[in-house]
């Protein structure tokens, strides 16, 4: 995999192994001089990618733990959608960890009030009307499942749309040593209804919003995964 990463770009850069939770792009583990960096390859669009790479220096710089993207030699934040960031030490969350991680998830959320739309992406509300937006393509979901995925999200009253991460669980949060909450892997990121985030078990109508979300998202990407939650909507 390190002959596919353009390491000219970024001077010194080392690449030392892959790292777990890239289902969807490239994730490497990297050196850079005397600092481990995470080395990625996002699959999405260049304007895709610089409203990631906005986003996450937005975060950063108002104090949201995120990861800071370390630019090439020749000051680019990316070189064909491979892109450098610091690497974070913490552990996994436990559930014990719930509330750091949903305070992290609230933070984003005010921090972004009126940010615009991801290019190419499209809130749930907008995919009432519309068939396509990021990894979602309703036209190829069986036209029942798609009636059931979308009056999931018809019942849902839509509150200040901001952005949401889209993917906060397992490995894409990092509780640190002073109990803050990293969060890591901002590949599908929108601009939607804070819910998508924050859906409780004590929220049906939530939950059934954020899991339709899921097997839509995944029904073309990651198919087998995607088929294995219809029962649960039906």
């Known amino acids: 995999m390190s002959e596919l990463v353009p390491l000219t770009a970024w001077s010194g850069l080392e690449v030392m192994g892959p790292l777990s939770g890239g289902h969807r792009n490239t994730v490497l583990l990297g050196r850079l001089g005397e600092h481990r960096v995470v080395i990625r390859r996002s699959r999405r669009s260049a304007e895709s990618l610089a409203w990631e790479l906005d986003l996450l220096e937005h975060l950063h710089t108002d104090g949201v733990v995120v990861p800071e993207t370390v630019p090439t030699a020749d000051g680019q934040r990316h070189r064909d959608g491979w892109h450098v960031q610091l690497h974070i030490d913490g552990r996994e969350p436990a559930p014990a ?65 901001c952005v949401v991460h889209g993917d906060a669980g397992g490995a894409n949060a990092l509780v640190l040593s002073d109990g803050r909450c990293a969060l890591l892997d901002w590949d599908e990121a929108r601009v939607d209804d804070p819910l998508f985030d924050l859906a409780a078990p004590n929220e049906p109508l939530h939950t059934r919003a954020a899991l339709a979300w899921e097997i839509a998202t995944c029904w073309v990407v990651e198919p087998d995964y995607a088929r294995s939650l219809v029962s649960r909507l039906e």
Not at 113 to 129: F, H, I, V, Y
């Open 97 to 161: 960890d719930d509330q750091a991680l949903l305070a992290a998830l609230r933070d984003v959320h005010a921090r972004t009030s009126g940010w615009p739309q991801r290019p190419g992406s499209r809130s749930a509300r907008e995919l009432l009307t519309t068939e396509v937006g990021g990894d979602i393509d309703l036209s190829a979901v069986p036209p029942s499942l798609r009636e059931t995925l979308r009056a999931a999200w018809a019942v849902v009253d839509p509150q200040a749309r």
